[in-house]
Each structure stands twice: as structure tokens, then as C-alpha cells.
């Protein structure tokens, strides 16, 4: 088995290289000025199986994956694992209004061409899973991000919104510590309410804990509210740290304490690995 790392997933491609003792592919990835992309597998791969690790996010991305997918079979690799730590397109999980489309499923057709196997980390709507035509798997990493709060002395953990309650469920219990939602009502792709949800907050440690960090609306006004109510310490934490424009500025601006995310989408917040996730799960599973 050999991996081969997309341009987004260069980190979690060295991290489980060194952790399955596996060898990364020398690949030869470049953009021509037009921004077209130009993708060369320098090694041979013929009758390997490949553990491909890309974002589907933002769309050049999707582009990236497609071609490298297309790359890899054309060398005569076995089986395609591919592996997309954050899934973009999977809001648009459904039929909203006439005339749309769901563009998770449109997404999810485009890349079964080819892979053998499809794994995901946290995807927004977990249905989107059935959106692929080969076997997949979603796989959470809510154990890592509770983890990295354990020497915080949180009192509570705080879904942003009541969909969000069964993660936060989870990541109390390895905390051992209270969970709840807030009451978030989404008016559109910008602007979103939080009513404010009376929470016995005063003088509390508490993490927000969300799927995606996208604009950092949800996350500033939760964490306003909470602020208003006297909390001591709000950490802003998620699986996914998108950071749009002035995302992370609205957070400090709302005086949030630290800003957390995993290292799906590499930034300065990704504090927390996926890598051993998916390691235990490929050991689990028996794919390697
Ligand atoms: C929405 O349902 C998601 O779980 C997140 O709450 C949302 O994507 C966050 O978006 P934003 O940061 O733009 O408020």
C-alpha cells in the first residue's frame, strides 16, 4: 500500500505515512497561470493499493482530486482508498427549491468514478454517505477535539445548534462535564439568529463545539450571547475550520478565549490531528 497526499492534505498524508510506515508517492502537482492543474505520478504504482488523502474544498480542489483519481487508476494502481478529511458541497444535501440540485450528490457521482472505497471525516448531513456509488465510510473526529479539552476545566459543552446536540453529547461524556444546545434559527447564507437561550452560564468554562466554522457568524453570536451571560472562558472549537474573510476576526471580536479546530483544513487553529482517527479506523476496518 503506498498514499498519495493532494495539495490539501499534505500534513495528514505525512502523519499517517509515519504512523502506518507506509511510503508517500512522489507526485509532480502544478497550476499553469490559467490555473488549470497539471498532475504527474512519478513512481511506480502499478498493482499498489493507494490510500489518496484530498479535500473536495473549494472547488479547485475538486478539480485536483478528480484528476489525481484519474492519474492513479491510468498507473495501474489495485484499489483507490480515498480519503477526503473535509467533504465540501455536502450543505446542499437536498432539494431546497425547485430548479436546484443537489450538488453533494452531484459531487459524490464524479468522485465514485474513481475509488474503490470512500472515507470522509464528520460530514455535515452524514446521508450525504449514500450519495457515493462504492462503499463508504464516514468517521468522526469528535474523540480528538474533546480530547484536546481535557485539561481545560470545562464545566459545559455547547452545541451551536440543536442538530448539533449528538456531538456534543458525545464529547461531554469524554469530558465529564454538562452538554446543551443553543437556539439557532438560519435566515440565509449569511445572516443567522440566536435567541438567547437562558443557560446557567455565569462564571462558567464552556466550549462551542460545531461541525463547520465557515463565515464565524454562528460562532461570534453564540459566543456573544454566552459572554453576555457571564461566562468565564468560551473556547470556539470545530471539526472543520473553513475561516471565510473576517471569520476569525468576528471571534476575537466577540472575545472568545481560543479558536480550535482539527487539522482537515490546515490553518494556524488546527491544533487537533485527524491522522490517528483515520489510522484506527483503517486498522479496524482491515483496509490495510
Ligand atoms: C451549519 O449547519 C453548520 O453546522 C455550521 O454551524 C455553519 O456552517 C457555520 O457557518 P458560519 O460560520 O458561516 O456561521
Keep these: 500500500m503506498k498514499i498519495v497526499s493532494g495539495s490539501t492534505s499534505k500534513f495528514v ?11 508517500i508517492v512522489n507526485t509532480e502537482i ?25 479535500n473536495s474544498w473549494p472547488d479547485l480542489n475538486i478539480i485536483e482530486l478528480l484528476i489525481i483519481q484519474d492519474a492513479i487508476r491510468l498507473a495501474g494502481a489495485n484499489n483507490i ?4 478529511p473535509y467533504y ?6 437536498k432539494l431546497f427549491q425547485d430548479g436546484e440540485v443537489i450538488s453533494a450528490k ?10 474503490d472505497k470512500i472515507i470522509t471525516i464528520d460530514p455535515h448531513k452524514e446521508h450525504i454517505m449514500d450519495f ?7 468517521i468522526s473526529a469528535i474523540d480528538d477535539l474533546s480530547n484536546y479539552f481535557k485539561d481545560k476545566s470545562l464545566d459545559l459543552i455547547l452545541a451551536p445548534d440543536k442538530g448539533a446536540i449528538d ?3 458525545k464529547a461531554a461524556k469524554i469530558i465529564n462535564c454538562d452538554f446543551d444546545y443553543m437556539e439557532k434559527t438560519r435566515l440565509d447564507g449569511y445572516r443567522i439568529q440566536i435567541k438567547p437561550k437562558t443557560l446557567d452560564v455565569e462564571n462558567k468554562n464552556i466550549a462551542i463545539i460545531d461541525d463547520i466554522i465557515s463565515t464565524g457568524g454562528t460562532m461570534a453570536m453564540s459566543i456573544n450571547e454566552l459572554k453576555k451571560q457571564k461566562a468565564k472562558k468560551v473556547y470556539a472549537s470545530c471539526i472543520h475550520g473553513l475561516f471565510i474573510g473576517d471569520a476569525v476576526k468576528k471571534l476575537k471580536s466577540a472575545k472568545c478565549d481560543e479558536i480550535i479546530s482539527t487539522d482537515t483544513i490546515m490553518s494556524e487553529y488546527s491544533k487537533v490531528k485527524i491522522s490517528n482517527t483515520i489510522y484506527k479506523f483503517l486498522k479496524n ?3 490495510l
Design 13 to 23: 498524508g505525512d502523519e499517517l505515512s509515519k504512523s502506518l510506515n507506509i511510503d
Design 30 to 54: 502544478k497550476r499553469f497561470p490559467d490555473s488549470e492543474i497539471y498532475i504527474r505520478i512519478l513512481d511506480n504504482i502499478k498493482g499498489e493499493d493507494v490510500l489518496l488523502i484530498q
Design 81 to 84: 482508498i480515498t480519503i477526503i
Design 88 to 93: 465540501g458541497y455536502a450543505r446542499q444535501d
Design 106 to 115: 452531484t459531487l459524490g457521482k464524479l468522485i465514485s468514478i474513481n475509488a
Design 132 to 138: 457515493f456509488s462504492v462503499p463508504s465510510y464516514s
Design 167 to 169: 456531538r456534543v453529547k
Design 285 to 287: 476496518k482491515k483496509f
